[in-house]
């Protein structure tokens, strides 16, 4: 069995009701409770994929559950029912993170293509997370003691604190994804996901699909509904990478997804509610597209609630020691040799190079110097030439 489903309703034709069609499907073990106390002794024993919750339990209100359940990691997917004129219960419900509502009398295949909708969520979740695992272990951010770098450091566990919206900028190279990262893990919605997505590498067309999910048949190759990453990234992070090179139509829905805090499948209706903390990097200069008209402004201080602007190495050359210390002893003990040193000439080679590519390209130096090296220190025969020759 892939999916428990635990049904929360005082109404006992109701859970059996529910039970008997429900225990058509393999996929799913079947639960149910009489009252919330019940509910959440369940919830307490045994992990829970996706709850049916009742407005009204008895004298309960239903949605006074979502408290306990918005503390289980991983949260449950919690689909409230409602009785007739309820709905503005289930709205409220929904921004305490109730994933979605079905009015009763419950229709079976709108249950069903719920349920559905709930498990597509459920899986890409997990499958990110087994994927993040591996993305989260190997980031460090190495500070410096550059002012600037210093107050980004701030700015950043601030911004994190208050999970408001984040513009990052500079160079390639200078540390945006590592910083982004940073943020995630120096604010509330750690143990969330952060979804990373790359908007220069993908199709506008595609791009609007990947980020508000679509419906089966909304185009071509579109057999089943999928999930959005905005849905993906529920109660976490959305990391818009290059977003200056989105296009100026997918500026506005980004715009009207983040404002309303909604999205709308592609091919779909319904607007289905999101809670998501926006990072987005670029490495172009934004104001300077907004005079061009490649920009929207409005989206431009959306983003940027909290402005931060990495310095290129080359203004930062007094971070330079503590870098080189940094990836002398991470890649070294990757690679399972044994450096410890950097040579005199190679420290004012490096001091007076002028690292266009920033951060990586040094790290990328000292990789390869790693391979060459034949003792424990790095020499200028080991680094690339074209840094060697400003020795
Ligand atoms: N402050 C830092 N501490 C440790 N490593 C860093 C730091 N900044 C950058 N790096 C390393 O440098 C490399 C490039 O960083 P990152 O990918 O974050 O750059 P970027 O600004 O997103 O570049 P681009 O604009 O090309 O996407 C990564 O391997 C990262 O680990
Ligand atoms: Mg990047």
Request: proline letters at 5%.
């Amino acid at each position: 069995m892939d999916f428990t489903v635990l049904v929360v309703d005082d109404e006992e034709n109701f859970r059996e009701g529910i039970k008997q069609y429900l225990s058509r499907d393999v996929n799913y073990e079947i639960l149910d409770a009489a009252s919330l106390s019940e509910a959440r002794e369940i919830l307490n024993r045994q992990p829970v994929d996706i709850i049916m919750l009742d407005v009204q339990v008895g004298k309960e209100y239903g949605p006074d559950l979502l408290y306990d359940i918005n503390r289980i990691r991983p949260t449950p997917k919690t689909i409230l029912i409602t009785a007739y004129g309820e709905v503005e219960m289930a709205v409220d419900a929904m921004k305490n993170g109730a994933f979605d509502f079905l009015s009763k009398p419950v229709s079976f295949p709108l249950l069903e293509a719920t349920l559905k909708r709930a498990e597509d969520v459920i899986r890409l979740q997990k499958e990110i997370e087994s994927l993040m695992g591996a993305y989260k272990k190997d980031f460090s951010f190495v500070v410096g003691q550059n002012e600037k770098m210093k107050r980004i450091f701030k700015d950043a566990q601030l911004a994190a604190k208050a999970q408001v919206s984040i513009l990052i900028g500079g160079e390639t190279g200078t540390g945006k994804e590592v910083l982004a990262k940073f943020i995630h893990q120096n604010g509330p919605r750690a143990n969330k996901l952060l979804v990373p997505i790359n908007c220069a590498a993908i199709q506008p067309t595609i791009l609007e699909s990947e980020l508000f999910g679509y419906e089966a048949g909304a185009f071509t190759n579109a057999e089943k509904r999928k999930p959005g990453l905005f849905e993906v990234a529920d109660g976490g992070i959305l990391f818009l990478d290059e977003i200056s090179s989105m296009s100026m139509d997918m500026q506005s829905k980004l715009l009207r997804a983040i404002e309303e805090k909604k999205v709308r499948h592609v091919g779909g209706t319904k607007e289905i509610p999101v809670d998501v903390q926006i990072v987005a990097a670029s490495n172009r200069n934004i104001p300077e597209m907004i005079e061009k008209g490649d920009f929207r402004e409005d989206l431009y201080y959306r983003l940027r609630i909290v402005d931060i602007e990495i310095p290129p190495l080359r203004e930062r050359k007094e971070d330079l020691p503590e870098l080189i210390g940094f990836f002398v002893k991470s890649i070294s003990a990757e690679r399972g040799v044994n450096i410890t040193k950097v040579s005199e000439p190679v420290l004012r080679a490096f001091q007076n190079y002028s690292w266009p590519g920033n951060i990586r390209e040094l790290k990328n130096a000292i990789e390869r110097a790693s391979i060459f090296c034949e003792g424990d220190t790095i020499n200028l025969c080991d680094i690339p030439a074209d840094i060697a020759k400003f020795e």
